[in-house]
């Protein structure tokens, strides 16, 4: 028997009666996050990629009668998106589909498949996130997503805090200071915005609290929740189960063209049948890539 087959033996149950109710299959399921925290772009090739360039610093006083200076682009780093195929499949014999006393309360097993396709989808963008952390998963200009040491024309850059800290009012605000203080690889003062505070579950209500609060959260002082009185983070935070270090927290900034997917092939299910065996063939099939051009769409903190 072929792996992977579902036989009159795997799910006996199914051929006798007596059965009241099946459960397992049928629960509610997570919102796409990613959808949230990706820009959605369209591929048409094998790859794609992404190309940062660098502007013009600050001018130079220009003397009576002296002449101008000139200034020109400069290339920075490249990100290249290859994209990936996913997928996975099953049969069923003949049999197993023909003695099924229960099609009508049976979930359709191609559910199944388009549910661990959109379970994957979220776990290989999460997993970007996971490991922003990692020096072994580098960007474009050779250092890990989220670093105190990106390269720029100007010299290096931070897009992390200066000790990781846990999620906390002062090492939220420490964090935005630090997006508001962000400037583009010449050192031009940039106008990026905190847009999405991303935790894993563990954090969700302590990030509520310090987001959503009318004062300042956790304390006895009457004093103002400064966040809102100045219009950053205003959406809900994005609660991601698919992070998997809890107490790792994430801004995303509206710089452009940051964190992306390219979507090279929509998820699709087909389906088929052996001649010879009489099986019941079918398969779920997406392509596409996840990554970061621009550091500067994510700023993290490890944790503590």
């Known amino acids: 028997m072929a792996a992977g087959v579902t036989t009159t033996g795997n799910t006996p149950k199914l ?3 007596g059965l009241a109710a099946l459960f397992g299959t049928e629960y509610n399921d997570l919102p796409m996050q990613s959808a949230r925290i990706f820009e959605q772009r369209t591929s048409d090739k094998l790859y794609e990629e992404v190309q940062e360039l660098a502007g013009y610093g600050l001018a130079s006083v220009k003397s009576e009668a002296g002449a101008i200076t000139y200034t020109s682009s400069v290339q920075g780093p490249t990100t290249r998106f290859t994209n990936v195929v996913y997928g996975l499949g099953f049969q069923e014999t003949e049999e197993s589909v023909e003695d099924n006393l229960y099609k009508s309360r049976a979930t359709d097993k191609t559910a199944y498949l388009a ?8 776990t290989v963008l999460a997993n970007i996130l996971n490991r922003a952390f990692n ?4 960007g474009g200009d050779g250092v890990r997503l989220v670093s105190a040491s990106h390269t720029t024309v100007n010299g290096t850059q931070s897009n992390t805090l200066t000790a990781d800290a846990d999620l906390s009012e002062a090492s939220i605000e420490d964090m935005m200071i630090n997006i508001m203080n962000a400037t583009d ?3 031009l003062h940039m106008a990026f915005m905190p847009k999405d505070l991303i935790v894993a579950p563990n954090e969700a209500f302590n990030a509520a609290r310090i987001l959503k609060s009318t004062h300042q959260s956790d304390t006895a002082n009457n004093a103002i929740n400064a966040m809102r009185t100045l219009g950053v983070l205003q959406n809900d935070p994005i609660v991601w189960p698919f992070l998997t270090d809890t107490d790792a927290w994430f801004v995303k900034t509206d710089a452009p063209k940051s964190l992306i997917v390219f979507n090279r092939r929509a998820a699709k299910l087909e389906k088929d049948s052996d001649f010879d065996t009489g099986n019941y ?3 779920a099939t997406e392509r596409y890539v996840g990554g970061w051009g621009d550091w500067r769409g994510l700023y993290g903190s490890a944790g503590a």
């Open 185 to 187: 690889s010449t050192g």
């Open 15 to 17: 051929l006798w009666p």
């Open 135 to 138: 020096s072994s998963y580098l």
């Open 115 to 122: 549910r661990s396709m959109k379970h994957t989808r979220e």
């Open 281 to 283: 063939k079918h398969k």
